[in-house]
């Protein structure tokens, strides 16, 4: 079965413009794409709904035609109701759609949030320290956390990670090996071995936190991803203790 994304959405309406947009009936739409056509202004259409149009009188159709049609501002996930104003407790999981603060993918998304602030935190002290390659090195891992952001609020698999440099398999290997590629033993953590590397630490524990949290998507791919973002945090700070960032 076929499924339309934003990025296929966004490909084709370069090419052409239109208020209406006609889809096989049998199609998944994703959250994203559909809020995307109601940003655009853009009608969907189901092919099985203009069959159904052509065979009605003309009276009828004119009829429907001029009856306005209750877009909500906010629809339940959980009741299919629907809310004029966001309540409190509720937030947006995809497009206009509410669900509790509690749901799965909300505290994922919380997670992520906290991961990248503890990124930016570790990366103003590299910046403090005119180490640049650490700072362009954590910028990478900022980037990679905002991709799987992306791919879990948009639906989108996953695919052929590699990060520092490295491919998956590479990061992994690295990391089981310090010695044999860094020069340097396993590392269990010690405030002598200075701010930037307890820093380090932290952004990886945090990685662990959000790959926990990750478990309940069902989301195989993002665990992976998680994974070896933890691996590749870990070989950074055998880097930083190998001298790599001098």
């Known amino acids: ?110 997670k992520l949030d906290s991961l990248q602030s503890k990124i930016l935190e570790v990366q103003v002290m590299a910046d403090r320290d005119k180490c640049q390659k650490l700072v362009d090195e954590i910028q990478e891992i900022l980037r990679f956390v905002r991709n799987i952001l992306k791919a879990e609020v948009i639906n989108e698999k996953i695919e052929n990670i590699s990060i520092l440099g490295l491919k998956e398999e590479e990061v ?15 590392i269990l953590p010690d405030y002598k071995m200075g701010e930037l590397v307890i820093g380090l630490n932290a952004i990886r524990s945090s990685v662990r936190e959000a790959e926990l949290s990750s478990i309940s998507l069902e989301r195989k791919d993002i665990i992976k991803a998680l994974n070896r973002l933890s691996s590749a945090v870990y070989v950074m700070m055998c880097r930083y203790l190998a001298g790599y960032y001098n």
Do not use: W
């Not at 992994?172 to 396993?186: A, F, I, Q, T, Y």
């Open 1 to 110: 079965m076929k499924v339309l994304t934003e990025a296929e959405l966004r490909a084709r309406l370069k090419k052409e413009k239109t208020d209406e947009l006609i889809v096989n009936s049998n199609i998944i739409i994703t959250p994203s794409a559909r809020e995307y056509l109601n940003e655009k202004n853009i009608k969907l259409v189901f092919e099985d709904e203009v069959k159904q149009a052509s065979s009605k009188p003309d009276n009828q159709k004119h009829k429907e035609d001029k009856e306005e049609r209750f877009v909500p501002k906010y629809i339940c996930r959980y009741t299919g109701g629907y809310f004029d104003d966001k309540p409190e407790h509720m937030t947006q999981l995809y497009g206009n759609e509410l669900v509790f603060k509690d749901h799965p993918s909300i505290v994922f998304r919380g």
């Open 172 to 186: 992994r290997e690295m990391s089981h090996n310090p010695k044999k590629h860094l020069g340097v033993e396993h």
